[in-house]
C-alpha cells in the first residue's frame, strides 16, 4: 500500500515538472523604454548593437524583454511628453540619447535612467564618478571632438579662413561646444561663424547665409534635428560645394565628406551592461558614467572627388575607413 503511494507520488511530482520548468523559463518580463531623437528604422544600426548586447547577457525580445521605442522626430520639445508615457506603461528603465532626451527622462518620474549620449555632466549628474539619483549612461565628450573637427577642416582645407559650426543652441549641451569651436579656430587664425538652427524651418536658411557669408566649411554639430534632417543637410552641402565634417559616420554612409565621431554601435552596446546591473538591483546613481573607448574617422573619397578636394596622406593614413 505505502509502495502505491510512493508510486503515486513520484508520479506526481514528475507531472508537476514540465509546468515548474515552464515557470522559470517564461520569468519577470522587462519593459525598457526606449527615448531616440530619431525613427528606429534611422537607427538600426545603434538600436541593434544595443539588442545583441541584452541578447549576451540574456535578455530576449519576445521572451523576456520589451521594448518600447519614443522618437522626438527630430522635435525636442517632444522629450516631456514621450517620457511620461513610457513611465505610464510603466518601464523598469528608460534608455535615452542626448542631453534634451536625458533630462526629460530624469525629470518626468524617479525610474532608472540610462543615458545613451551626453557632453558633460553639468546639469544633469552631479559627476562622472558618482552620478547620483536615478541617472548613469555615457558620454560622448561632444565638446572637445567639436575642436578636433575644426582641426581636420583645416587639415583637409588648408586655405581654409572662416568655418561655421550648424547647431542648435537650445540644447543646453550645445553652448559650450559653441565656445570650443570659437577656441579652436582662434587657435587655427580661422574666423568661427554661427549657424543655429533650432527648428526645420531654420535649417534651410542657415544654410543659405553660409552660401551667402562665403563661409568656407562647415562643422555640422550631433543633435536631434541634424540627425533628423541628415539627407537634408548632406544633399544641400553636396550641392554648394561646402566640404563639412560632421558628427557621426551615418552622415558620411549618406554622402558626406568625413566624420570624426564616437563610435556609437559600440557605445550601445554597452549600453547593454547598465541595464542588466539596473534590472538586478543596482542603483543607477552608484553606477560611474563610463567613457567612450572607440572613436572612428570615415572618409568618404567619392564626395572628396566630386569636390575637387585632394585628401592629405597622413588624414588617410589615420582613416579608420574610406568609403570609396
Not at 519577470?28 to 523604454?33: M, S
Not at 521594448?67 to 525636442?76: H, K, T
Not at 575642436?147 to 550645445?174: D, F, Q, W, Y
Amino acid at each position: 500500500m505505502r509502495r502505491r503511494e510512493l508510486v503515486t507520488g513520484l508520479g506526481c511530482v514528475a507531472a508537476a515538472w514540465p509546468l515548474t520548468g515552464r515557470a522559470q523559463q517564461v520569468g519577470k518580463i522587462y519593459r525598457i523604454g526606449i527615448l531616440e531623437p530619431i525613427p528606429a528604422a534611422r537607427n538600426a544600426v545603434n538600436f541593434n548593437a544595443l539588442l545583441k548586447g541584452l541578447r549576451d547577457l540574456g535578455y530576449f525580445e519576445g521572451r523576456n524583454l520589451v521594448i518600447e521605442y519614443r522618437s522626438a522626430d527630430g522635435r525636442a520639445e517632444r522629450f516631456p511628453d514621450l517620457a511620461s508615457e513610457l513611465i505610464g506603461l510603466k518601464v523598469d528603465l528608460i534608455i535615452a540619447r542626448g542631453t534634451p532626451a536625458t533630462t526629460a527622462a530624469k525629470t518626468a518620474g524617479t525610474i532608472p535612467v540610462v543615458m545613451a549620449t551626453m557632453g558633460g555632466p553639468g546639469a544633469i549628474v552631479a559627476s562622472f564618478a558618482n552620478p547620483g539619483g536615478n541617472i548613469t549612461g555615457m558620454i560622448t565628450f561632444s565638446t572637445e571632438l567639436t575642436a578636433k573637427r575644426v582641426e581636420i577642416l583645416k587639415e583637409l582645407v588648408p586655405g581654409l579662413s572662416r568655418v561655421a559650426l550648424l547647431h542648435n543652441m537650445s540644447n543646453p549641451a550645445v553652448p559650450p561646444e559653441w565656445e570650443e569651436t570659437k577656441a579652436a579656430a582662434r587657435a587655427l587664425g580661422l574666423q568661427a561663424e554661427l549657424l543655429d538652427v533650432r527648428s526645420q524651418s531654420d535649417l534651410n536658411g542657415a544654410l543659405e547665409v553660409a552660401v551667402r557669408q562665403h563661409v568656407d566649411a562647415l562643422v555640422i554639430g550631433a543633435d536631434g534635428l541634424t540627425q533628423m534632417y541628415q539627407q537634408t543637410i548632406v544633399d544641400f552641402v553636396a550641392r554648394n560645394r561646402l566640404p563639412a565634417v560632421y558628427p557621426a559616420r551615418e552622415f558620411v554612409d549618406a554622402g558626406g565628406l568625413i566624420a570624426y565621431a564616437v563610435n556609437y554601435p559600440d557605445l550601445y552596446f554597452r549600453l547593454a551592461s547598465f541595464v542588466d546591473k539596473i534590472l538586478k538591483g543596482v542603483k543607477p546613481g552608484e553606477l560611474p558614467v563610463e567613457q567612450p573607448t572607440k572613436f572612428e574617422l570615415v572618409i568618404n573619397a567619392k564626395t572628396a572627388k566630386t569636390l575637387g578636394l585632394t585628401i592629405p596622406p597622413m588624414l588617410l593614413a589615420r582613416a579608420d575607413e574610406v568609403i570609396e
